[in-house]
């Protein structure tokens, strides 16, 4: 597996380098919107820590932060209202799934009725 790029632009957020828009924050995780959303409500949600994709974390991630994040996405999304209207949650990962920012990120998308899972 490619190794961890420290200058993608997550990190950068991470590292308070870059702005963003914040939802959600604690221990584990951090949750921003996304700055080309694709619906009304579109949120990335990302672990903190050096992981490229899903396979890279659960591989390598402590128990401790793989509980904590995947709270961080459900406390996200209530956060964000969606508990009741419902939301989709995506992970791309490679190259077959156009992943752009090689830090593992979920995408909570709401607001509208999004339609079949692909397009
Ligand atoms: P991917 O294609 O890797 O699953 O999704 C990466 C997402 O990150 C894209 O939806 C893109 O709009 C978003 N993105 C890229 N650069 C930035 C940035 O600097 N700030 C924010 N908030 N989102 C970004």
Redesign the pocket.
């Known amino acids: 597996m490619m190794s961890y790029d420290s200058d993608n632009?997550?990190a950068?957020?991470l590292r308070g380098e870059?702005p963003?828009?914040k939802i959600y924050e604690d221990n584990h995780a951090l949750a921003?919107?996304?700055?080309?959303?694709?619906a009304p409500v579109?949120t990335?949600v990302i672990p903190k820590g050096k992981y490229i994709n899903m396979i890279d974390f659960s591989k390598n991630a402590p128990e401790e932060l793989i509980a904590g994040f995947f709270r961080a996405i459900g406390n996200t999304a209530k956060q964000l209202g969606l508990e009741e209207d419902g939301y989709r949650l995506?992970?791309?990962a490679g190259e077959s799934?156009?992943?752009?920012?090689?830090h593992l990120?979920f995408?909570i998308l709401s607001g509208k009725k999004l339609g079949p899972m692909l397009s």
Not at 32 to 37: A, E, H, L, T, V
Not at 97 to 102: F, G, K, L, T
Request: aromatic share 8%; with cysteine; net charge negative.
């Open positions: 632009v997550f950068m957020i870059i963003c828009v921003f919107n996304d700055i080309n959303p694709q579109h990335l995506i992970s791309n799934a156009n992943q752009e920012v090689p990120h995408h």
